[in-house]
């Protein structure tokens, strides 16, 4: 069946960094726009990053623009989000997609507190 799996992620300082990883398994990965999404308490669930298929073209919400980096390995069905410069209006639960019409893939999500 359809898996993603996100880990790596936690409590950080401000101005520190954490990489997110995302497994994905049960479909072909490669063929897929993988998107990074987070949702903080009360508010929606917000798009962070997207990347396409072969990885060539990102795109990142103003919010995390020069701080955060997605990218993926086809060969390894992953996607990451390394993300620097944490704030802690960073925190919020961070959710990894695929995409590919009609398909919609979530994850279970993994929380990113960004605290002193």
């Known amino acids: 069946q359809v898996q993603l799996v996100e880990s790596g992620g936690g409590l950080v300082q401000p101005g520190g960094s954490l990489r997110l990883s995302c497994a994905a398994s049960?479909?072909?990965?490669?063929?897929?726009?993988m998107n990074w999404y987070r949702q903080a308490p009360g508010k929606e669930r917000e798009l962070v990053a997207t990347i396409n298929m072969p990885g060539a073209v990102t795109i990142y919400a103003d919010s995390v623009k020069g701080r955060f980096t997605i990218s993926r390995d086809n060969a390894k069905n992953t996607v990451y989000l390394q993300m620097n410069s944490l704030k802690p209006e960073d925190t919020a639960v961070y959710y990894c997609?695929?995409?590919?019409?009609?398909?919609?893939?979530w994850g279970q999500g993994t929380q990113v507190t960004v605290s002193s």
């Open positions: 049960g479909f072909t990965f490669s063929t897929y726009v």
């Open positions: 997609n695929g995409r590919r019409w009609p398909y919609d893939y």
